[in-house]
């Protein structure tokens, strides 16, 4: 099995998970406690069952019996308590904060007892992100500094090799296969090779790419989707000033309507979410806040200089630097490769503008807003809007499906209507099967980005 997910990242690790290419990667090796099925339900993988306290602050787990690493050693409620309280100890992961957790006890081998500091209707739910994998004691007893070796695994596959170009995967349990991640999508002629079996369709892949491949390759359009935006630095003289994030706002409507896109696979965004799905703000309220934001900014900014934090794979910095030099504005632009260093500089450095993405797709957006106002690593500073962390609130521990998806709707009409986000496009992600596979069995060798997610 050869696939291609995304560049290859540095490390594997799941407290810092950033990246599709991880997140696929981390649970190909991993197990939790509960999984998605094929229906993208929620239901047992280590767990067997579960009870949950009234006030949702008190889960209490039982361990199916029998559950073994990769190289026999059985699966207890220890080995639980033991990844848990690595990840607590890390301090910083993207998907959820470690710090809500007030204890994880070993009740016996096979009951686990999670206790929240506050109640969390939907933490079963957060159970699937990797970083609640379970990890042999091989890992996480390690140093906090040191990441995981993956020798020793609680899914199917362990790490053979982690090299700057590929991934190899190893299965040696029932049937014994490998999976190649490789880094490279394009063969020395500029073409998709062909003995790939799976890949996602990210750049370089352009759109006479995209038409060429219907012969070898047939491809999905997935419920995976990342909107690109920019958000207001903490610290930047704009945070206090609607006024004046109104008048650069106004400036970046002009940019976004001039954008030349250079892939098939992004389109222009007006609002954060993407647009299909519960949740989502009425076109006919984000025409009435660009309206509003026009009527409101003033015309000349008080500083002349703003400073922006790019990310440097974004594909229209080019475009961007010459928008500002037409519009006399002055800039002074910072590039960051990676969150690990987009982390680093937001924690040291004032910017303006900062420009990041995230996944706005899912049906359920809960985990997507959450990860975007993560106190720990927020992607979105709300500067102390209470009624932002009233909404959070309810999103956490209301049961009602109805009273979660008006909440996550308001919050994104305050980011806009506030004008502390600019949505600028989303990227649309494609998978193609090689049609010499099964995609059924796709589904069950990559669970993350099976056929549940596609339309």
């Not at 630095?233 to 706002?249: D, P, Q």
Request: aromatic share 10%.
């Amino acid at each position: 099995m050869k696939a291609f997910l995304g560049p290859i990242p540095k490390t594997l690790d799941p407290t810092t998970v950033t990246s599709f290419t991880e997140y696929v990667i981390i649970q190909q090796m991993t197990r939790g406690l509960v999984k998605l099925d094929s229906q993208g339900q929620t239901t047992g993988d280590i767990a067997e069952s579960w009870k949950i306290s009234q006030d949702a602050s008190q889960y209490t787990f039982t361990l199916k019996t029998k559950q073994f690493f990769s190289n026999g050693d059985e699966i207890d409620a220890n080995s639980l308590v033991g990844s848990f309280q690595r990840q607590m100890n890390k301090g910083k992961t993207i998907h959820y904060d470690f710090s809500g957790i007030k204890s994880v006890v070993a009740k016996s081998p096979q009951i686990l007892e999670v206790t929240l500091k506050n109640p969390d209707a939907q933490f079963i739910s957060k159970l699937t992100y990797p970083e609640f994998s379970v990890l042999h004691k091989s890992d996480f007893s390690k140093n906090t500094a040191d990441a995981c070796e993956w020798r020793i695994t609680s899914g199917a596959t362990t790490l053979k090799e982690l090299k700057k170009d590929k991934i190899l995967l190893s299965q040696e349990q029932q049937t014994k296969r490998e999976i190649e991640i490789t880094g490279t999508l394009l063969n020395k002629n500029g073409e998709v090779d062909r003995e790939i079996d799976f890949f996602v369709g990210v750049p370089p892949l352009s759109a006479d790419l995209h038409e060429k491949m219907s012969k070898d390759f047939d491809s999905y359009s997935p419920r995976l989707s990342f909107t690109y935006f920019f958000s207001i630095g903490k610290g930047s003289y704009l945070a206090n000033n609607k006024s004046e994030r109104l008048t650069v706002f106004n400036k970046l409507y002009k940019f976004r309507a001039r954008m030349e896109f250079v892939s098939p696979f992004h389109f222009a965004s007006q609002q954060l979410y993407l647009e299909d799905g519960p949740g989502r703000t009425p076109k006919a309220t984000l025409t009435k806040i660009q309206s509003s934001h026009e009527k409101d900014s003033s015309t000349k900014p008080s500083r002349k200089k703003i400073k922006i934090l790019l990310q440097k794979s974004f594909p229209y910095s080019d475009q961007l630097i010459h928008f500002l030099q037409s519009e006399n504005i002055e800039h002074d632009i910072t590039f960051y490769p990676n969150f690990d260093e987009f982390d680093r500089l937001t924690n040291g450095n004032i910017f303006d503008l900062i420009q990041t993405n995230n996944d706005f797709s899912a049906t359920d957006l809960t985990s997507n807003i959450m990860v975007t106002l993560n106190p720990k690593r927020p992607l979105v500073e709300t500067f102390g809007n209470k009624e932002i962390d009233k909404l959070k609130l309810k999103i956490e521990t209301e049961f009602s499906d109805q009273v979660r998806i008006s909440s996550i709707q308001r919050i994104e009409e305050i980011l806009l209507q506030d004008a502390l986000v600019f949505p600028i496009f989303h990227l649309k992600m494609f998978f193609y099967v090689n049609r010499r596979n099964d995609s059924r069995e796709l589904s069950r060798r990559f669970p993350e980005v099976s056929i549940w997610k596609l339309n």
